[in-house]
């Protein structure tokens, strides 16, 4: 746009005028309107063009208007050469766009699906998911059926001072749920009374998300006088909390890490899902050590506090 517009300045023209008014539509063409072109190669062109087309528009339209006649100053030479315009225009957009749309399957991105989930456009774009798809089995007898309320009470202290306490059945910590690997297990969770709402989020179990039990992000919280259903497939032994299980390697769920040190963590992504990534200290937790892991393809359609 730069050189047209010194161009004008220098020897003012219609020519130069017209050119320069190009120059500004291109420029802003290339900020404005998405996709911008990939390569300079192709930007450079087609804006090469685009003004040579210009140019070659307005000196015809100078010379018709040189040799004057009648035929020259209607107004249809100004339609003709903004349809030219427009074409020239056009191509451009057909240029830019052929040259950023991805026509190859599989994933093209790097990054988190809140991101994605703006981006419909291309044919790269793999299909998002839904956490409420990604459930356990939901037909079956299940091998282990375990009910657990949710419900104000009482707990003795082993100093022996009671307190008002929240439990699962009565009990804190709540009662212990011992099955096999492979076994279906269906856990109902009932919420007697408790006010806040109560969801149940597993550690040391590899669950489907959708059974991974994070209020406002897996499911709603459970309201006092309503209930939930888990239902999931343990295909390992061993609680993963912290505990060496079988195999060689140390496969964890959860970890202490003391000042002044760092563990490497390695994962297979193999199970998708927004997951919870957290602080396992509850009050660090509740003061802000909390993140999710989410898959590029799976969105949730709940919100609200975490945990
Ligand atoms: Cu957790």
Request: hydrophobic letters at 40%.
């Amino acid at each position: 746009m730069v050189l047209p517009l010194v161009w004008a300045l220098v020897r003012s023209s219609p020519v130069a005028a017209h050119t320069t008014a190009m120059g500004a539509w291109l420029s802003f063409y290339f900020l404005y309107v998405p996709p911008g072109p990939q390569g300079l190669p192709v930007a450079a062109g087609a804006s090469a063009l685009v003004l040579a087309t210009t140019i070659g528009a307005s000196l015809l339209l100078d010379d018709l208007r040189s040799r004057g006649g009648r035929l020259a100053r209607l107004p249809w030479l100004s339609g003709v050469a903004a349809v030219v315009t427009a074409a020239a225009l056009g191509s451009l957009f057909l240029v830019s766009e052929s040259a950023t749309t991805d026509w190859g399957g599989g994933p093209e991105r790097a990054g988190h699906s809140v991101h994605a989930m703006g981006r419909g456009h291309g044919a790269g774009t793999p299909a998002m998911r839904s956490v409420d798809e990604l459930t356990g089995p939901r037909d079956g007898t299940p091998d282990a059926r375990f009910t657990l309320t949710a419900a104000h009470g009482t707990v003795r202290l082993s100093s022996g001072k009671k307190i008002d306490a929240l439990t699962f059945n009565g009990i804190s910590p709540g009662p212990e749920l011992r099955v096999g690997k492979g076994q279906l297990v269906e856990v109902t969770l009932v919420n007697k009374d408790v006010v806040e709402g109560v969801t149940l989020h597993w550690h040391g179990v590899d669950v489907p998300n959708a059974e991974d039990g994070v209020p406002g992000v897996t499911q709603n919280p459970v309201r006092p006088g309503e209930r939930h259903v888990y239902r999931f497939v343990p295909d390992r032994t061993g609680t993963y909390n912290g505990e060496a299980v079988t195999g060689s390697t140390w496969w964890t769920d959860t970890l202490n890490v003391a000042p002044g040190e760092s563990y490497e963590i390695d994962f297979s992504a193999d199970n998708p899902g927004v997951w919870m990534d957290h602080c396992h200290n509850f009050e660090h937790a509740e003061s802000g050590m909390i993140m999710h892991l989410a898959y590029d393809d799976v969105t949730t359609p709940y919100h609200g506090p975490a945990h």
